[in-house]
């Protein structure tokens, strides 16, 4: 745990910059690791991982184990690693890296759509119109009028945003509770979340994992650094940066998947995907223009993002 520790505003930055290649690239990592890998599996391996090292981080640190509440935890889970992992995976597994990236960070949207009746929290002008850029992108990207080709991997990936949006929206709900604690909290959720996703490779027999030296470094990269190590870092980043401007990164991440796909992968979009995916970064940009201001005004949005993988 001290080897991640961040010391200073300046490390934060650095520290920042880092997570937000590791997490960039993390989406081809996660489509080479699938290409020997059933995604039922592979997802209960680099969940299973990361709730190791999340479990030894929190013993190491000391202080509160046990979550504050297990309804909360069991919310979070729900949304958070059954669905958004198990989506996520699957989408990865199905269709284009970079499309997946995009199409999972759409997740601000989601989450201002739920935290308008869960938060009590009112959509602003200036969202309402991101939500409406976002939507469009999302159709445009989506093509739910072309029923052939990697429709499924794109609604999965739909869904994996809507998930990683709901478990965001919970965990800022449960956050209202004095003795919640952030590292016990999602350690405990993950522990519990990959639970129903141990059955999935039983009743749907996939087959086995192709395992190799290069396999189990791919799953190191996923499991220990992108989702463990990466949420340890955003904990860290958070000691000394706004969640607004730490959440910038969010811009960056599905670029980066999306760039490095096209040049590892070859992965091509057709022009209404192009079209989209501009739609959809207008509509994030004024989401994190709106961070910035409202976090200047000490007036922060009802749920920033709490990441632990990038999506």
């Known amino acids: 745990m001290s080897l991640l520790r961040v010391h200073s505003r300046r490390a934060a930055y650095v520290a920042l910059a880092l997570l937000t290649l590791v997490w960039g690239f993390n989406w081809i990592v996660m489509k080479a690791a699938l290409m020997h890998a059933d995604p039922l599996a592979f997802n209960v391996h680099r969940t299973g991982i990361a709730v190791a090292v999340l479990f030894a981080a929190l013993i190491a640190r000391g202080g509160r184990f046990w979550p504050h509440r297990w309804r909360a935890v069991l ?107 952030m590292l016990s909290f999602v350690t405990w959720q993950m522990a519990l979340g990959v639970l129903p996703l141990m059955l999935l490779p039983w009743l749907f027999d996939v087959p086995a994992t192709q395992w190799s030296v290069a396999q189990a470094g791919l799953l190191f990269i996923v499991g220990v650094i992108a989702t463990a190590g990466g949420f340890l870092v955003w904990m860290e980043i958070l000691r000394w940066l706004p969640a607004g401007t ?51 005004r000490r007036d922060p949005l009802p749920a920033d993002p709490v990441p632990v993988d990038g999506g």
Do not use: C
């Open 75 to 181: 919310v979070t889970a729900l949304f958070q690693t059954v669905i958004n992992f198990g989506a996520t995976t699957l989408a990865v597994a199905g269709g284009g890296a970079g499309r997946t990236s995009v199409l999972v960070f759409t997740m601000p949207f989601w989450t201002l759509l739920i935290a308008w009746p869960v938060l009590h929290e009112r959509i602003r002008v200036a969202q309402a119109v991101a939500i409406a850029f976002a939507f469009a992108g999302l159709v445009l990207v989506v093509a739910p009028w072309s029923w052939h080709g990697d429709l499924m991997p794109k609604l999965w990936a739909v869904l994996s945003g809507f998930g990683w949006a709901g478990g965001t929206v919970a965990m800022k709900y449960y956050q209202r509770d004095r003795n919640f604690d």
């Open 246 to 296: 730490a959440s910038l990164n969010m811009f960056a991440i599905p670029v980066i998947a999306l760039l490095s796909s096209m040049a590892v992968y070859g992965e091509r979009l057709a022009g209404n995907e192009w079209l989209g995916i501009a739609l959809i970064g207008v509509g994030l940009a004024l989401i994190v223009v709106q961070a910035r201001l409202a976090s200047s």
